[in-house]
């Protein structure tokens, strides 16, 4: 297996990308992304996750993040136990996009023995370790300015579900350690 995409430096930050299976729009409902913003919450107060910096993007999150403790087993858990609370949202609300978004995650699981029922997230994380400022605010930058880039907002502090807030002194929607 490649060592390039793995949490190989337990002191370091890392820029990571969870995708989900199709890039499937599922977080233009809030209802989706409460589910996230709790469970990365739920994994900075009981796993030990830091998160530096974050936006959630329709298909995707971007993350700045750090940690004492396994950083491939606490997004292993955070994808796992989001996976199952976005399905039972999903089957069980009223989004009118259910039924095709199921079937897509159905499919996605389908050839795979080691999941079962259905596959909401992409494989892997893409870790990439940020080993200097440059790297680190080349990341921050590209991060927050990512809705601006798909044309959601005119500017980054402007997107509520990101730390662009934070990094310009108001409070966002989850505690964020910055970094200089």
């Keep these: 297996m490649s060592e390039k995409y793995k949490f190989g430096d337990k002191q370091g930050v890392y820029f990571v990308t969870p ?39 329709s298909s995707h999150l971007h993350l700045l993040i750090s940690s004492n403790n396994n950083l491939s087993g606490i997004m292993r858990d955070f994808k796992t136990y989001t996976s199952q609370k976005l399905i039972q949202e999903l089957q069980s609300g ?15 699981a389908a050839p795979i023995n080691r999941v079962k029922g259905f596959k909401v997230w992409q494989d892997g994380n893409h870790p ?3 080993d200097s400022n440059q790297k680190f605010n080349d990341r ?11 044309n959601m907002v005119d500017y980054p502090e402007h997107y509520k579900y990101s730390s662009a ?10 505690a964020v350690e910055l970094l200089d």
């Design 128 to 130: 990439i370790l940020l």
């Design 94 to 108: 009223n989004d009118s996009r259910k039924e095709w978004m199921a079937a897509l995650f159905r499919h996605a």
């Design 165 to 174: 807030r934070d990094y310009r002194g108001e409070t966002g929607l989850i």
């Design 19 to 57: 995708t989900l299976t199709g890039w499937v729009d599922l977080f233009t409902k809030k209802q989706y992304v409460d589910i996230v913003l709790d469970s990365l919450r739920f994994c900075q107060k009981e796993k030990g996750l830091v998160i530096h910096a974050w936006v959630v993007m």
């Design 140 to 150: 921050l930058n590209y991060l927050h300015n990512n809705p601006v880039e798909a």
